[in-house]
Structure formats: structure tokens, C-alpha cells
């Protein structure tokens, strides 16, 4: 901003002298250069909005620098504790002002007067000079290497409210990137889910990630649409997919439960695993998320699980936890299955000394997801009938023990026991009888049809 600001001045330009009739006086000019005062104020710009205002700060003992367009220094200043600065006797002409580049440093640059600074004879004018830090955006502060002071934005995907940790994920909509500021200030209305902001903090790591730390918000919009988190396995979240997604909000699907626990601060901890990797979810003590249900071991299981990734150490590198927002956001279900027993003997008629088959069929009649775990199907073979041999398209039969491991359903899976026996009993009727035994990890929904009878006839 400039004010010009005309105080008065006083050129002399000559010099008259007194003459009389004997002599003469002769008159001498004498040219003086004009100048022109410069006085103002450098002020550090906090909310990055251009202009002073009510919330920036003063910039205390600032070196102010009026050079040529060439960068010969012409004069200078130090700025008073309240960021005032003057420049008496400035020649008039066109210059640069601008503060010295060992108060700028890094991370400030100059945002006023913002062009040229002409100074016109008697004049008295009055220019302030703002300070700021570069906006970033949050690809470009997860690149930038940690102490900068930056200001960026970006979209809210937790709020921050008074009891919290402090920490706020953010996304940049236009290229999904996403970043968590943490140490963030409490703004007049608190941080909120879907709140557009501007924020000025330092850049930092974490566990090896790039965040903001300290950061200072600026609400610029509530109550936006926050977009759909990302699905991801199991194994993505607990690696953030190699660090791709770290801070995102991420969605995993049908976990197993296991190692629960609760920290002195009243964090709730499980593991959810798909057989293959696992994942932390942390319930936040101040999210108010009920644990109750979760357990490991049982026949319940995550239906889906949705949270914010932050990264920790742990044995072997760093791993993600998944942190949910509210209770809605984790789901649990009953893991269930149908399955169905059928037996037949092939054929059903024979003669002593014949050879015949027994057969024994299990299938998961669910449509779902649930896979039957564990299957095993008890089949004795029944007096006057010798075991031959056995043959089973999954799992294998123990003669001894009369069982038949299958091993697992999934839905809509059948698998078929072949039995080879001897007819050792005279002319009558021998019945086959074949019974699921009891699944652990799932409810079966349907016990009328896990058992079966079947008769050979002996001629």
C-alpha cells in the first residue's frame, strides 16, 4: 500500500545579494538535489491474505533496503518493535524497497509494496511492506524438505475439536493427495469434517512421512462434501500401500479379530487380518467408538472398517493404523454358512463279496461371503461292510477315526467323499449314516440338513 502525503517542504534555489550605485553584486545560483522522505511499516502477513490487518505481526528490527534497479543499495533502515521504519534525504528517482534477504531467510518472501517505489521532490510518503510465507500445495509440502514455514490448504477429513490430539488429515481434491497437519491450533468454531482450509505451519516428519507441524488454521468454507474413502486390502492399509496413502482415508473389508487390547489412555486396540496380513485399528479414546463385540477368536468378524492412516514404528519398520472417526464407520457381522450333507450308496442293490461305493457330498448353500471353515463330516462305516479305500476331491478320510476333514467352503462349494467297501453281511439291509460335525467359526444356519441316511440292500 502507498499514501502519498504532501507535509510541506523548503527548497532554496538562489541566493540574492544587497547592491548600491558604486557596485555591482553578481547573482549566484546554487543547484540543490531534490529529495523526498520514505517512512512506513514491514509487517509479517500470518494470514496470508495480502494486506495488513488485524492478526498480523510487526516485523521488530528488520533490516528495509532501498536499492537501484541495478542492486546498489541506496539507503537503509531498522524497523522499531512495531515494525516502523524511515528513510530521510532520499533522492528523487525510482527505486526497489524491500527488506534484506537475512530477515526473509527461507521461507518469507515480500508481498509489498510489490513494484517500484518512486520517490518525487518534497515528497513524504508512506509504504508498507509485508512479509509472507510461500503457499504450498500439500504434493508440493510432502516434497519439501522439514523446517519451512508454508502456508497451504486443503480439505478436512476429521475435526479437530478441543479434547482431540490435534492432528487433521487433509485432501487436495484435484490430486488426491492427501497430508496430516498435526499440533494444529484451535480456530474460533473448532476444525470440522468437511471444513475447506488454509493453514501456516512448518514442514516436518513423522515416522518418516511428511506432515505440517504447529499449524495455524484459517476456515475458509464449512460443511463440505467429503469424498468416498478409498478401498484397500488389508495388506495395503497396513503398509499405506507402500506410503502411496498415508494420511487417506481408506476402507478395508472382511477382517478376522485378534490381539485386543486397551492402552492406559483408554485407546482401544485389535488386529484385523484376512489370512494373509494384518492391520491395527485404534479406537481413539475421545471418539466415544464402543469396543463392545470385538473380540478375537469368536465367530464374529469386521464387515468393513473405515479410518484415517497414520504411521508408528513397530518390529521390522513402520507400519499404518487405521483410525475410525466414529462408530459407524466399523461394522461387525456374524460369519454364517449353510451346509448341506447328502449320502448315497452306488448301487444300491448288491450281493455278498460285491464291491460298493459310498458316497458323501457336503456343499456351503450360502450365496454371501462367508466361506464354511474348517468342514469335517463323520461317516462310520457300518457293520458288515469292510473299508477298502477312499478318495475325496478336498481333504481326506481317516478310516480309524471315521472322519472326513474337508477343510474349507467357500460359498456355494461342494466337495464329494468316495468310500470303496466290501459287502461282508448276509441277504438284509445296512444304512449309511454321514453328520457334519460342528463348525467354529461360523453359526450354521440350517441344522436340518446337516446329517443323511442311505440304505444298500443285500440280496
Excluded at 71 to 82: I, Y
Excluded at 139 to 153: W, Y
Excluded at 293 to 320: E, H
Excluded at 324 to 333: D, H, K, M
Amino acid at each position: 500500500m502507498r499514501t502519498g502525503m504532501k507535509l510541506g517542504t523548503a527548497l532554496l534555489v538562489g541566493l540574492v545579494g544587497l547592491g548600491s550605485c558604486d557596485f555591482a553584486t553578481d547573482v549566484e545560483l546554487v543547484e540543490i538535489s531534490g529529495t523526498g522522505v520514505l517512512f512506513g511499516q514491514a509487517f509479517l502477513d500470518i494470514n496470508g491474505d495480502g494486506a495488513a490487518d488485524a492478526g498480523d505481526l510487526p516485523l521488530e528490527n528488520a533490516s528495509v533496503v532501498l536499492t537501484t534497479g541495478s542492486g546498489d543499495v541506496v539507503l537503509n533502515a531498522t524497523t522499531d518493535t512495531l515494525g516502523l521504519f524511515v528513510l530521510l534525504a532520499v533522492p528523487v528517482g525510482t527505486y526497489d524497497l524491500g527488506l534484506d534477504s537475512a530477515v526473509l531467510g527461507d521461507s518469507l518472501t515480500t508481498i509489498a509494496p510489490g513494484g517500484d517505489v518512486t520517490v518525487e521532490l518534497g515528497d513524504t510518503t508512506f509504504f508498507s511492506i509485508g512479509a509472507t510465507y510461500p503457499t504450498l500445495t500439500l504434493a508440493e509440502v510432502r516434497a519439501a524438505a522439514p523446517g519451512r514455514r508454508v502456508f497451504t490448504h486443503g480439505l478436512a477429513l476429521n475435526s479437530r475439536l478441543p479434547s482431540t490430539d490435534g492432528t487433521v488429515h487433509l485432501l487436495d481434491t484435484t490430486s488426491a493427495t492427501y497430508l496430516r497437519a498435526t499440533g494444529v491450533s484451535v480456530p474460533s468454531g473448532n476444525v470440522l469434517t468437511g471444513d475447506s482450509l488454509r493453514l501456516l505451519g512448518r514442514t516436518a516428519l513423522n515416522n518418516g512421512q511428511p506432515t505440517l507441524d504447529l499449524a495455524t488454521p484459517r476456515i475458509l468454507q464449512r460443511g463440505l462434501s467429503v469424498p468416498p474413502p478409498v478401498e484397500a486390502t488389508i495388506g495395503e492399509a497396513g503398509t499405506a500401500d507402500a506410503g502411496a496413502l498415508d494420511a487417506a482415508l481408506v476402507r478395508i473389508r472382511l477382517g478376522e479379530i485378534s490381539d485386543t487390547s486397551t492402552a492406559p489412555n483408554g485407546d482401544f486396540h485389535f488386529w484385523a487380518n484376512d489370512g494373509s496380513d494384518s492391520v491395527e485399528v485404534v479406537f481413539k479414546w475421545f471418539r466415544g467408538i464402543s469396543s463392545a463385540g470385538i473380540r478375537p477368536d469368536t465367530i464374529v468378524r469386521i464387515n468393513q472398517a473405515t479410518g484415517l492412516l497414520t504411521p508408528f514404528d513397530s518390529v521390522g519398520g513402520v507400519r499404518w493404523r487405521l483410525l475410525p472417526r466414529a462408530a459407524g464407520e466399523v461394522t461387525l457381522e456374524i460369519k454364517s454358512a449353510d451346509v448341506a450333507v447328502a449320502t448315497s450308496f452306488v448301487p444300491t442293490t448288491a450281493a455278498t463279496a460285491d464291491t460298493v461305493e459310498i458316497r458323501v457330498t457336503v456343499q456351503n448353500l450360502v450365496t454371501s461371503t462367508h466361506t464354511a471353515t474348517g468342514v469335517s463330516v463323520t461317516d462310520t462305516i457300518a457293520s458288515g461292510l469292510t473299508f477298502l479305500s477312499a478318495t475325496a476331491t478336498n481333504g481326506s478320510y481317516d478310516d480309524l477315526a471315521a472322519v472326513w476333514d474337508v477343510g474349507d467352503l467357500a460359498p456355494g462349494a461342494a466337495d464329494t467323499l468316495t468310500i470303496s467297501v466290501e459287502v461282508t453281511a448276509g441277504p438284509g439291509t445296512v444304512t449309511n449314516t454321514a453328520v457334519l460335525n460342528g463348525l467354529v467359526l461360523e453359526v450354521e444356519t440350517n441344522a436340518a440338513n446337516n446329517g443323511a441316511v442311505a440304505g444298500l440292500t443285500i440280496s
